[in-house]
């Protein structure tokens, strides 16, 4: 073997290739080949690496994304376009649902109800949701999302990107609970104007002379 194929050899380490690939699916998948998966790959669905020579690497992720799109396309006549949606929400932190529906946003909670102080631990999950997908998972209007939005309360992250953290997340479904008592995102505005001021309280305190 010559260095340079010892090299592509090592970078494709613990990864399939095509035909290894289709080996695998054949025994769930009888029809699908080698045509169908590279059309997969042009559409988006999946990414595998490619070796120095080009050659596809699929890693284990990769072999799962397939199974995923294969399992819906016939057990749900699913559109390509809607299977991509739904691994777009998976990759942003949405959990399957079970009854083979689209992703949801998770329980981030431990117990139904007003969450705990330790529920808002920053770094606790990466998900990202859509006002969308926000809305479901809390119970809240599009409108009072917008709401919350101009009060500050509820922030996109990055800023401007249209998605919620699992912060986010975390703050609308508590006030989604405490609507439930009658507070509204108006009644709100005192509370982050307070808060406001003690954070810069803090910082004056805390910034070096």
Known sequence: MSEAD??????GQGK????EV???????????????????EAEDLITPERTVSGYRKFAHEDVSRLRYVLAAQRDQ??????IKERLDALDRGLQADSGGGAPRAPHLSAAPGLPDAEDFVSGTS??????????????????????LMDLRILVARPAGSGFFDADALMI????AEMARFGIE???LRAYRAAAD???GLFEQVLAPL
């Open 77 to 82: 006549y699913l559109p390509l376009r809607v």
């Open 126 to 147: 990466d998900v990202r949701v859509s006002v969308q997908e926000l809305c479901a998972a809390t119970g809240l209007a599009a409108d009072q999302v917008a709401q």
């Open 6 to 11: 010892g090299a592509t050899s090592r970078e």
């Open 197 to 199: 001021r003690e954070i």
């Open 172 to 175: 609308a479904r508590t006030i």
């Open 22 to 40: 289709l080996a695998e699916l054949r025994t769930e998948f009888p029809t699908v080949t080698i045509s169908k998966i590279r059309y997969l």
């Open 16 to 19: 399939l290739s095509i035909g």
């Open 185 to 187: 995102a108006r009644h």
